[in-house]
């Protein structure tokens, strides 16, 4: 088809769609062209509920008005402002809101689009720490098997999720992984963390043994492992891994791209954990996944020990673009006053333990293995069909869509639930029921 005829703007050819079976979609198209609230809206007029948040970011639910207003006047306002060298006052008001809803002296922002650039953000920070003080030694990282931090060169490396890596080559040197924290035979149908499991953060002294804890630079760990099928954390063990750095001098890196604004009932789940790490990656719901924004909390001694040097260089060889962007600095602010305004943090704590009920209610349907609700978000495990890993989990993802009016996240065989934080229990008991049929219809 030539690439002037009319019809070719309607083809699904050209896009190359991400984390997409891209010949499926394009056989059976999936499209929203409208969203509100809970729901999806589809050009057929249906509307589907949202029981992923989008991918985990709408937390506030679809098209909130103060938020879409915001957007609309910083976009005739200020469009762009050059992120280097300059600034704008919402960049630093919004840091400041920030540095005070964040746990201990986790004070200095840095920003960046998305969750992926917040990671590489992050390492490249603890590096230059390091070397800041003397200790430029400190070069390894160690992240978990089953983690997921974006797909750039330094999150897949420091990842620990097998088909996003095995075609990357070499990716980041240095880097070692702590065991996953998952363990069904131990942890099966936990209600939020499980009893068993918070001694395998010991295994990070084992890792330092054999490496010198003085060659690690940081240790980066998502608090509950979000896309490898929710898996919260053993009671203890983000608090055993906070000690076992702390002790060795080596940073301690939470990614809360998924588990920031509110997710866990808390801002940032390291208040729940009793934690301070000294960076905190954040994204999604910053923007309530309106406009692409993320960043990285840093502790104030981190950007102190940057502060010198000559005064007209920058402290950091490292930016984007889009750092703090008018429109996303705009949209954030609008999210975190809905957050607290409407109360949305508490309510995802007041809904937790219903939640989890509502969740566990799915035990006993045809081949489910395991039910993990934590805060406002749930893996349900899947036994395989007949077809192979993930054929079960892909028909109810398309058949969700096309029979159930609901939109589900899915990895492999293992459904994530995790609703808006607007969402109400009827909205819950009714993404339950759905999926209650299409375990049964897929059995
Ligand atoms: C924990 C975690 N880290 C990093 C990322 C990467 O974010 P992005 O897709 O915005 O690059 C994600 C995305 O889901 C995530 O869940």
């Given at each position: 088809?030539?690439?002037?005829?009319?019809?070719?703007?309607?083809?699904?050819?050209?896009?190359?769609?991400?984390?997409?079976?891209?010949?499926?979609?394009?056989?059976?198209?999936?499209?929203?062209?409208?969203?509100q609230g809970m729901h999806y809206l589809t050009a057929d007029n249906r509307h589907v509920i949202d029981a992923t948040s989008g991918l985990y970011c709408v937390n506030a639910g679809h098209a909130h008005p103060?938020?879409?207003?915001?957007i609309q006047d910083a976009a005739g306002r200020l469009d762009y402002a050059p992120a280097f060298q300059f600034g704008h006052p919402e960049a630093f008001e919004l840091s400041n809101r920030l540095a005070l809803m964040a746990p201990g002296d986790l004070d200095n922002v840095f920003y960046a689009s998305s969750g992926s650039e917040a990671i590489d953000t992050a390492l490249k920070i603890a590096l230059s720490y390091h070397r800041r003080r003397g200790e430029g030694h400190r070069t390894r990282f160690i992240g978990r098997e089953r983690g997921y931090h974006g797909v750039g060169f330094g999150g897949i490396s420091v990842g620990g999720m097998s088909a996003n890596r095995k075609v990357y080559g070499a990716m980041l040197s240095g880097v070692d992984h702590l065991p996953t924290t998952y363990d069904r035979a131990h942890q099966a149908f936990s209600t939020a963390e499980p009893g068993w499991?918070?001694?395998l953060a010991d295994e990070l002294e084992r890792i330092l043994a054999l490496h010198d804890p003085s060659n690690i630079a940081a240790v980066i760990v998502e608090p509950v492992a979000?896309?490898?099928?929710?898996?919260?954390?053993?009671?203890?063990?983000?608090?055993?891994?906070?000690?076992?750095?702390?002790?060795h001098g080596i940073l301690l890196i939470l990614d809360e791209v998924i588990t920031a604004f509110g997710r866990l009932g808390h801002?940032?789940?390291?208040?729940?954990?009793?934690?301070?790490?000294?960076?905190?990656?954040?994204?999604?719901?910053l923007t309530n996944g309106a406009v692409p924004m993320s960043g990285v909390l840093v502790r104030g001694g981190i950007y102190a020990a940057h502060m010198d040097g000559a005064e007209h260089l920058p402290e950091l060889y490292h930016g984007y673009t889009y750092s703090a962007h008018p429109l996303a600095t705009a949209a954030a602010l609008a999210a975190?006053?809905?957050?607290?305004?409407?109360?949305?943090?508490?309510?995802?704590?007041?809904?937790?333990p219903r939640f989890a009920e509502i969740m566990l209610s799915l035990r006993g349907a045809p081949g489910v293995l395991d039910i993990r609700p934590i805060g406002l978000m749930c893996g349900i495990d899947l036994a395989p069909s007949q077809g192979g890993v993930g054929v079960r989990g892909f028909a109810i993802m398309e058949r969700a869509?096309?029979?159930?009016?609901?939109?589900?996240?899915?990895?492999?065989?293992?459904?994530?639930?995790?609703?808006?934080?607007?969402?109400?229990?009827?909205?819950i008991a009714s993404i339950?029921?759905?999926?209650?049929?299409?375990?049964?219809?897929t059995a």
């Amino acid at each position: 088809m030539a690439k002037t005829d009319p019809a070719h703007t309607n083809s699904l050819a050209a896009y190359w769609m991400p984390f997409t079976a891209n010949r499926a979609f394009k056989a059976r198209p999936r499209m929203f062209v409208g969203a509100q609230g809970m729901h999806y809206l589809t050009a057929d007029n249906r509307h589907v509920i949202d029981a992923t948040s989008g991918l985990y970011c709408v937390n506030a639910g679809h098209a909130h008005p103060k938020i879409v207003s915001a957007i609309q006047d910083a976009a005739g306002r200020l469009d762009y402002a050059p992120a280097f060298q300059f600034g704008h006052p919402e960049a630093f008001e919004l840091s400041n809101r920030l540095a005070l809803m964040a746990p201990g002296d986790l004070d200095n922002v840095f920003y960046a689009s998305s969750g992926s650039e917040a990671i590489d953000t992050a390492l490249k920070i603890a590096l230059s720490y390091h070397r800041r003080r003397g200790e430029g030694h400190r070069t390894r990282f160690i992240g978990r098997e089953r983690g997921y931090h974006g797909v750039g060169f330094g999150g897949i490396s420091v990842g620990g999720m097998s088909a996003n890596r095995k075609v990357y080559g070499a990716m980041l040197s240095g880097v070692d992984h702590l065991p996953t924290t998952y363990d069904r035979a131990h942890q099966a149908f936990s209600t939020a963390e499980p009893g068993w499991g918070g001694h395998l953060a010991d295994e990070l002294e084992r890792i330092l043994a054999l490496h010198d804890p003085s060659n690690i630079a940081a240790v980066i760990v998502e608090p509950v492992a979000g896309s490898t099928g929710c898996l919260p954390p053993p009671k203890g063990y983000l608090e055993r891994l906070r000690a076992i750095t702390d002790k060795h001098g080596i940073l301690l890196i939470l990614d809360e791209v998924i588990t920031a604004f509110g997710r866990l009932g808390h801002v940032f789940a390291a208040e729940r954990y009793g934690i301070v790490p000294d960076m905190v990656a954040f994204a999604k719901g910053l923007t309530n996944g309106a406009v692409p924004m993320s960043g990285v909390l840093v502790r104030g001694g981190i950007y102190a020990a940057h502060m010198d040097g000559a005064e007209h260089l920058p402290e950091l060889y490292h930016g984007y673009t889009y750092s703090a962007h008018p429109l996303a600095t705009a949209a954030a602010l609008a999210a975190l006053d809905v957050y607290v305004g409407e109360g949305l943090i508490e309510r995802a704590a007041t809904l937790e333990p219903r939640f989890a009920e509502i969740m566990l209610s799915l035990r006993g349907a045809p081949g489910v293995l395991d039910i993990r609700p934590i805060g406002l978000m749930c893996g349900i495990d899947l036994a395989p069909s007949q077809g192979g890993v993930g054929v079960r989990g892909f028909a109810i993802m398309e058949r969700a869509f096309h029979e159930e009016d609901l939109y589900i996240r899915v990895g492999a065989d293992t459904l994530i639930v995790a609703p808006p934080l607007i969402a109400t229990e009827d909205d819950i008991a009714s993404i339950r029921d759905r999926l209650a049929r299409l375990i049964v219809a897929t059995a």
